[in-house]
C-alpha cells in the first residue's frame, strides 16, 4: 500500500515556490523598467540642435555634452517668477553653458564652463558673446553648437537644455541637495540670503544660488564655479540608489525632467542615464582658460588664453586627461 499522496508529487519544496516567486517578480521588474524607459523615453522633449555643415569636426574618442541652461520663464506663473526674482524679460537667452566630456576608457569626465561672456566668432555675425549665438533671432541652440565646435574643435555628440522652471521642479523632486556655500551671500535681485557652510538647498534657493553676480572680483568666474558644483551635486543626487530605487521620489523626479528638460534629437534616456552616472565619477570640473577681460564695443567680455584652451580641447579630442597647468586653479 502506497503512502504517497494522490497525485504522485510528492511534498511540495518551499524553495521551488520561492524560486517561482522571486523569477516573477523579476519579471515584473524587467517589464516595469521596459515600459517605463518608452514611456520616459516617449516624453523627452527633442529639438534640432545638432547638425552637419561644411568643416564639422570629425568625431573623436569618448562622448561630447553640450549642456545649457537658458533663462526662459517658460511655464512660471506672475506668482512664481516674483517669489523666484527672476524677472520677467521675454524670449530666451543661455545663461549657462558647459562642455562635458565623458571618455570611452576608465578616466574621469571631465565639465568645462564656458563663460556666456566669451568673446568668439559667430558665423554669420562676426565676434561677439558667446550667448548671443542662441539669442540671435536666427541663432538657437543649433548656431550655439556649432559656434561651441568651432572654437573648441570638438564634435558635440548630444545637447541638453533646462529653462528656470524646470531647474527648480527638478531640485525640488529629489528633495532639495546639499551644498557647501563658501561664503554669505546676500542678493535681493537672486532672492537669496544664504550664510556659510553646509546646508540643504531646495529649488527657488539653488535657482538663486547659481544666477547671482553678488560674489567675486569677477561675478562671472565665481558664477561659473557655483554652477559646475551645483550640477555635479544635483545629477549625483539624482542618480543615487536612495533617489532612484525609491518610486516616492524616482516617479517624480522622472517626470519632472521629461516635461522640463529638451535635449537633442540624438539624445535618448540611455545617455541621459549615461550623463548621471559619468556626474557620479567624481568629475574634473574647470574652466575654459582665460586671457583677458577687455571691454569692446562698450561691452565687457572674456577673451580665452587661446594657446591654452587648445591644449585643453586637444587633449580632451584624443580622449586624454587635460593638462594640469591649464587647469583653473
Not at 573623436?60 to 527672476?86: C, F, H, I, M
Not at 550640477?231 to 536612495?242: E, L, N, T
Request: aromatic share 6%.
Amino acid at each position: 500500500m502506497s503512502l504517497r499522496p494522490k497525485g504522485g508529487g510528492g511534498p511540495r519544496r518551499p524553495g521551488r515556490w520561492f524560486l517561482r516567486i522571486l523569477a516573477g517578480l523579476l519579471v515584473l521588474l524587467l517589464v516595469l523598467a521596459v515600459g517605463g524607459y518608452f514611456t520616459i523615453d516617449s516624453r523627452l522633449k527633442r529639438i534640432e540642435a545638432l547638425g552637419d555643415y561644411e568643416g564639422r569636426p570629425a568625431d573623436t574618442p569618448g562622448t561630447n555634452w553640450l549642456l545649457v541652461g537658458s533663462d526662459s520663464r517658460e511655464g512660471l506663473t506672475k506668482a512664481q517668477r516674483r517669489k523666484l526674482a527672476t524677472g520677467s524679460s521675454v524670449g530666451r537667452r543661455t545663461d549657462t553653458m558647459m562642455l562635458l566630456h565623458i571618455p570611452d576608457g576608465d578616466g574621469r569626465p571631465t565639465l568645462v564652463s564656458l563663460p556666456r561672456d566669451s568673446y568668439v566668432p559667430i558665423d554669420g555675425h562676426g565676434s561677439d558673446k558667446l550667448n548671443a549665438a542662441y539669442a540671435y533671432s536666427d541663432g538657437g541652440p543649433k548656431l550655439l553648437a556649432k559656434t561651441v565646435e568651432q572654437v573648441s574643435g570638438l564634435r558635440i555628440d548630444n545637447y541638453m537644455e533646462i529653462g528656470f522652471g524646470g531647474f527648480v521642479g527638478i531640485v525640488d523632486a529629489i528633495g532639495g541637495v546639499e551644498i557647501d556655500v563658501k561664503q554669505n551671500i546676500k542678493d535681493p535681485k537672486a532672492g537669496i540670503n544664504l550664510k556659510k557652510g553646509v546646508q540643504t538647498l531646495d529649488g527657488g534657493t539653488a535657482l538663486g544660488y547659481v544666477r547671482t553676480r553678488a560674489t567675486g572680483a569677477v561675478p562671472d568666474f565665481d558664477r561659473t564655479q557655483r554652477q559646475r558644483q551645483f550640477f555635479s551635486a544635483v545629477v549625483k543626487k539624482a542618480a543615487s540608489p536612495g533617489v532612484l530605487l525609491n518610486p516616492f521620489t524616482s516617479v517624480p523626479l522622472a517626470f519632472s525632467a521629461t516635461d522640463s528638460v529638451a535635449v537633442g534629437t540624438e539624445t535618448g534616456s540611455f545617455d541621459l542615464l549615461s550623463l548621471a552616472l559619468a556626474m557620479g565619477d567624481n568629475p574634473v570640473t574647470t574652466v575654459v582658460p582665460i586671457g583677458s577681460l577687455p571691454t569692446i564695443n562698450g561691452q565687457s567680455v572674456v577673451k580665452w588664453d587661446r594657446e591654452k584652451a587648445l591644449r585643453m580641447f586637444r587633449a580632451l579630442a584624443e580622449d586624454k586627461p587635460v593638462p594640469k597647468d591649464v587647469l583653473a586653479k
